[in-house]
């Protein structure tokens, strides 16, 4: 059975937000997590993956840089360590 983009971001979205890294997380809020996986979204592929450089341009645009600097920052830590590797959320 074929399942739509939004289908399995809602998939994805409920199995990602009930673990402890979400829940009980001591930086990100519910809020921030959200935010994130919104951007993750316009460009992961049909794996539920991306470039994770993408989504920091979208972030800096976006003003991420300044209103997330901690996120940002780790945004821009991950892209130099997966050198161009595709991740999942």
């Known amino acids: ?3 739509s983009k939004k289908e399995m971001a809602e998939k994805d979205k409920k199995t990602v937000f009930a673990r402890d890294i979400v829940t009980k997380n001591p930086i990100f809020s519910q809020t921030h997590c959200e935010d994130f996986f919104e951007m993750f979204n316009l460009y992961c592929d ?3 993956q991306c470039d994770v ?6 972030a800096r645009t976006l003003g ?4 997330y600097k ?5 945004l821009e830590e991950v892209t130099r360590d997966q050198n161009g590797e595709w991740v999942d959320f």
């Open 1 to 3: 059975m074929m399942h």
């Open 46 to 48: 049909n794996r539920r």
């Open 53 to 58: 450089s993408d989504i920091l341009n979208t």
């Open 64 to 67: 991420f840089d300044k209103k």
């Open 70 to 74: 901690i996120i940002y920052r780790a």
